[in-house]
T-cell receptor
Framework: DGGITQSPKYLFRKEGQNVTLSCEQN?????MYWYRQDPGQGLRLIYY???????QKGDIAEGYSVSREKKESFPLTVTSAQKNPTAFYLC?????????????FGPGTRLTVL | GQQVMQIPQYQHVQEGEDFTTYCNSS?????IQWYKQRPGGHPVFLIQ?????EVKKQKRLTFQFGEAKKNSSLHITATQTTDVGTYFC??????????FGKGTLLTVNP
């Protein structure tokens, strides 16, 4: 089955530690995205990547970093510089071309920083 | 930057009642998408509207895109408990960056 996987589903970390969230897709999509969702809020864009070895900051990139070494993978690192990292993190992908801009989302990782 | 406002933030209805959520953009959009997120789940694509004044239907759901391409609405006729979730409108600007509204949480009393 084609899709997007994120692991783990739940993640707990101590304050001051960096943590990396995994996102893998086998849809052969060029574009990948990371969003953050807080309770009662919409999705806010952290980083996005249009192509391998290239990525751009979204609206709330401070305290986060990404890499895009492979088309299939777009890991997100939440650094100790992120002031309020506890949130639900969603990864998505999209075909680069075509009329429909449908984004396919992974199941998400719920990060809790203690 | 582009902003997408969505109202209401919450809506509680009795099963069988209709429901409407509205979306307004600060700028003209190239397209608008609608997603549904069930409680505890992830957003799932419902539809995309591209043309000015476009209306599309999916069973009990009707989607509209305004003439000026700055607003949109989603109307559900005769809600069911399976309609529960948060409905997001998403404004399309550049090909890669999409702007999400904050969503409308719909709850349905059986």
């Amino acid at each position: 089955d084609g899709g997007i996987t994120q692991s783990p589903k739940y993640l707990f970390r101590k304050e001051g530690q960096n943590v990396t969230l995994s996102c893998e897709q086998n849809l052969n999509h060029d574009a990948m995205y990371w969003y953050r969702q807080d309770p009662g809020q919409g999705l806010r864009l952290i980083y996005y990547s249009q192509i391998v070895n290239d990525f751009q900051k979204g609206d709330i990139a401070e305290g986060y970093s990404v890499s895009r070494e492979k088309k299939e993978s777009f890991p997100l690192t939440v650094t100790s510089a992120q002031k309020n990292p506890t949130a639900f993190y969603l990864c998505a992908s999209k075909r680069d071309m075509g009329v429909v801009n449908e984004q396919f989302f992974g199941p998400g990782t719920r990060l809790t920083v203690l | 930057g582009q902003q997408v406002m969505q109202i209401p933030q919450y809506q509680h209805v009795q099963e069988g009642e209709d429901f409407t959520t509205y979306c307004n953009s600060s700028t003209t959009l190239s397209n608008i998408q609608w997603y549904k997120q069930r409680p505890g789940g992830h957003p799932v694509f419902l539809i995309q509207l591209v043309k000015s004044g476009e209306v599309k239907k999916q069973k009990r759901l009707t989607f509209q895109f305004g003439e000026a391409k700055k607003n949109s609405s989603l109307h559900i006729t005769a809600t069911q408990t399976t309609d529960v979730g948060t409905y997001f409108c998403v404004g399309g600007g550049s090909n890669y960056k999409l702007t999400f509204g904050k969503g409308t949480l719909l709850t349905v009393n059986p």
